[in-house]
């Protein structure tokens, strides 16, 4: 997170004793020893006395991502960036809000902006890169990671994805390149022992999968998503109680990492225990409320137990967050039947049948199976 420089002194409003910029100076003390909200009453008294003031509206959108409250947080930084469009370090908190947002698309631009003016930015370019990664825009991220080689050709997770670039970008030669270069510097390495875990998990590959991952644990037991992987693996391979005590231990890691609780959400249907099944896709929507599949599930569960309103809601919060969430329109329209809706249940059937024709519905591999999305990628750059 970038925490704005003071973009301009605030002006005292006409006929004021109080002097603004004293204000904010108090604001900008509290926020740097973390005082949320002391720094938020200072930020809000400098907007009484100079509503234009962009800094303040800035700084505030600070404490609104401190609280992980993202979309607050967005608001206040797009009214700093009407006011102070020059400031690059608000486009990059706007980036890094849709970051956490999870809307990877949205950020770029803002992140494209902020390299194209401040170059020697290696937060906003490894952002951006990685960005371009989670949108599959393999060749672009290629070109923006590149730079970044030569100081960071000692960071694993750099490598891991640049990797994953120029994989996808079909660039063989910097492919391999890259690959030795973590072997040079990371072989023997808990880190370098994830990632091969991953790899192999990608493959399918699990007892060699799970060796890398013990390896990794071994040498680091609280390294993040060890033994979210592991938990994985074992899923992967129906050994339930392992991987629930893999994603419990990951937890007391990663305690605000939503995909353990989604995975221990998917365990728990296959075990039969509902009720803890609702409770794991309910907290792990209370950490990320843009997740579409949790609401499918929690919708499955609701018209399981004949509780068809319920079911419609959660249906209709995953249908838009995701349009194209995997068997939502057949779901909503099974609920809309039984609710005697029969006109409203034909549209949704006939929706379905379209959406199958044109492949947007195709049987992906379930959450069960594995990630769409590397939840170690979903991290920003600090």
Not at 76 to 86: G, V
Not at 283 to 293: H, I, N, Q, W
């Amino acid at each position: 997170m970038h925490t704005p420089q003071r973009p301009g002194t605030p002006h005292p409003a006409a006929g004021s004793a109080v002097n603004p910029a004293a204000v904010f100076a108090q604001g900008q003390a509290a926020l740097d020893r973390g005082d949320l909200a002391a720094a938020e009453t200072a930020f809000r008294r400098v907007l009484v006395l100079d509503p234009n003031a962009g800094s303040a509206y800035a700084n505030l959108g600070v404490v609104a991502m401190r609280r992980k409250q993202w979309d607050s947080a967005l608001a206040l930084l797009r009214k700093a960036e009407k006011l102070n469009p020059k400031m690059a370090g608000i486009r990059l908190n706007i980036a890094l809000v849709q970051f956490h947002r999870g809307d990877y698309s949205a950020a770029i631009p803002a992140l494209q902006s902020v390299v194209r003016d401040e170059p020697q930015s290696e937060q906003a370019r490894y952002l951006l890169g990685l960005c371009q990664v989670l949108t599959e825009k393999f060749p672009e991220a290629v070109a923006t990671l590149q730079p970044l080689y030569k100081a960071r050709s000692s960071d694993v997770l750099y490598l891991y994805l640049f990797d994953i670039a120029a994989h996808g970008a079909g660039q063989k030669e910097l492919d391999d390149e890259i690959l030795e270069q973590m072997v040079r510097v990371a072989s023997d390495t808990p880190e370098f022992h994830l990632l091969m875990g991953k790899a192999r998990l990608n493959r399918q590959d699990m007892p060699q999968a799970i060796d890398e991952l013990q390896k990794a644990a071994a040498g680091k037991d609280n390294l993040a998503y060890v033994h979210f992987e592991l938990g994985m693996a074992y899923l992967m391979q129906g050994k339930t109680e392992e991987a629930e005590a893999e994603f419990r231990k990951d937890i007391s890691v990663e305690p605000d990492l939503p995909d353990n609780y989604e995975q221990l959400g998917v365990l728990y249907l296959r075990v039969r225990q509902p009720e803890k099944a609702r409770a794991s896709f309910e907290e792990a929507l209370k950490l990320d409320p843009k997740r579409a599949g949790p609401h499918m599930q929690l919708a499955q569960l609701a018209f399981d137990d004949h509780k068809d309103q319920n079911a419609l809601r959660e249906v209709d919060a995953a249908l838009r967050l995701d349009p194209n969430a995997r068997g939502a329109r057949l779901l909503r329209g099974r609920i809309l039947a039984r609710l005697g809706r029969a006109t409203e249940a034909q549209a949704e059937f006939a929706k379905a049948k379209q959406a199958l024709a044109k492949g947007l519905e195709k049987d992906r591999e379930s959450l069960a199976n594995r990630q769409l999305v590397d939840p170690a990628l979903k991290q920003p750059p600090q």
